[in-house]
């Protein structure tokens, strides 16, 4: 693997109670019920040590911080790792994708 491929694209599962915050609620008026609500990210470190990161409040989105559960690699493990401009491509693109399919999404 080449260093400049590192960026990675990850998905955070958010508790359902996200959706009690009206400004999540309006970005998402396609939501179907039942399906997952979700953060979208990318970041040029460890998926993992990114989400703890969202956790304990170091530069965090405020939705993972308040509502973050899990990482759910399943949805993103297959893309990375990737340069720079193509994570920031697939971070709008997979955002895109899980609202097509009917999950909430947040993507900043």
């Known amino acids: 693997m080449s260093r400049r491929h590192h960026h990675h694209v990850y998905v955070v599962e958010l508790s359902a109670n996200v959706l009690d915050e009206a400004r999540?609620?309006?970005a998402n008026p396609d939501h179907v019920p039942g399906k997952p609500c979700v953060y979208v990210g990318m970041t040029?470190?460890?998926p993992d040590l990114r989400f703890d990161k969202h956790?304990?409040?170091i530069q965090?989105?405020?939705?993972?911080f308040a509502y973050g559960m899990r990482l759910?690699?399943?949805?993103?493990e297959i893309y990375n790792p990737m340069p720079y401009a193509a994570a920031c491509e697939m971070e709008v693109e997979l955002a895109i994708a899980l609202r097509e399919a009917g999950y909430a999404v947040w993507q900043a």
């Open 24 to 26: 999540f609620r309006k």
């Open 55 to 57: 956790k304990a409040g």
């Open 72 to 76: 759910l690699p399943s949805l993103y």
């Open 44 to 46: 040029g470190i460890d």
């Open 60 to 64: 965090s989105n405020r939705y993972v």
